[in-house]
C-alpha cells in the first residue's frame, strides 16, 4: 500500500549505480539473479522487506540501465525536470504492469492525466473503489500477475480495506496506490486525510507513503518485489 501525492517539480541528484555484485553477494534474495533475468530493471541499493512475517534486508548494487530509482536522469544540459507522475508511470511499466484498475480524485488526477496520456497500460475504470480491488484481485488470481489499484485519499483509500484483507488471507499479490493530502497538512484532520498506512498494516506486507519523489522509484520496486516474494501478498 502506497500513499502519495506528487504535486511539485524537483530536480534529481546526480546518483552513481555501479555493476550489480554475484548472488552471493545479495544476502540469499537473490536480487542479482532477478536483475540478470531483467536487464533493463533497476534495483534499489538497499531493499527492505517482509517475507513470511519476518523482516530481513538485503543491499544489490544494480547495472546502469535506464530505471526510475534514485539518480539523475541526463538531458541537454545535463539535468532536467520529471514529474512524480512520470516517474510513477515509467516504474509500472519497467514492472512490465499492462492493466490497472483506477479511481480518479482530486489528490492522483494528475497521475490518471498520465496514464491518460499514454498506450501502453489499460485502466479499467470501475463504477466504485470496493469494486475495484476485488476486480485487481481476480486480475491477479487469474493471471498470475501482480494486481495493481490506483485510487484517491480519504475514502478512496478507506474503500480498499476489506479488498486488501481478502488478498492478504488469500495470498495474491497487489500493490495499491492511494492518494494523500500535501505533506503539510498531515495530521491536521484535512479534508480527505486518513493514515491509511496505519489502518492497513495488520493486512498487508509492506505499506508506506512516499515523502520524497527521489524515493518512489526505489519504494515500487520494493512493493513489487514484496508481493511476489515469499507468501504472495498486498
Given at each position: ?13 546526480s ?91 482530486a ?5 490518471s ?5 499514454q498506450g ?24 498470475g ?37 500535501a ?52
Amino acid at each position: 500500500m502506497l500513499g502519495a501525492s506528487f504535486l511539485f517539480h524537483r530536480e534529481l541528484r546526480s546518483y552513481e549505480i555501479k555493476n550489480a555484485p554475484h548472488g552471493s553477494h545479495c544476502g540469499g534474495v537473490e536480487a542479482a539473479a532477478e536483475a540478470a533475468r531483467r536487464r533493463r530493471r533497476i534495483l534499489p541499493n538497499r531493499i527492505f522487506y517482509i517475507a513470511d512475517g519476518y523482516v530481513r534486508q538485503s543491499r544489490c548494487l544494480t547495472r546502469k540501465h535506464g530505471g526510475v530509482g534514485e539518480r539523475n536522469v541526463e538531458g541537454g544540459n545535463g539535468m532536467r525536470k520529471i514529474s512524480g507522475n512520470k516517474l510513477l508511470v515509467k516504474a509500472l511499466k519497467e514492472e512490465r504492469v499492462d492493466t490497472l484498475f483506477g479511481y480518479p480524485g482530486a489528490c492522483t488526477i494528475d497521475i490518471s492525466d498520465e496514464l491518460y496520456k499514454q498506450g501502453d497500460i489499460k485502466v479499467i475504470l470501475p463504477r466504485h473503489e470496493q469494486a475495484l480491488v476485488h476486480e485487481a484481485d481476480a486480475y491477479a488470481r487469474s493471471t498470475g500477475k501482480v494486481g495493481v489499484c490506483l485510487v484517491t485519499s480519504g475514502p478512496g483509500a478507506t474503500n480498499l480495506v476489506t479488498g486488501l484483507a481478502t488478498a492478504n488471507y488469500d495470498s495474491v499479490p497487489l500493490v495499491c496506490f492511494t492518494g494523500q493530502v500535501a505533506r503539510h497538512l498531515i495530521g491536521n484532520d484535512a479534508f480527505q486525510e486518513v493514515d491509511i498506512v496505519g489502518i492497513t498494516r495488520s493486512i498487508t506486507k509492506y505499506g508506506v507513503t512516499v515523502h520524497r519523489r527521489e524515493e518512489l522509484g526505489r519504494i515500487i520496486k520494493e512493493a513489487f518485489y514484496i508481493a511476489r516474494s515469499g507468501k504472495p501478498g498486498p
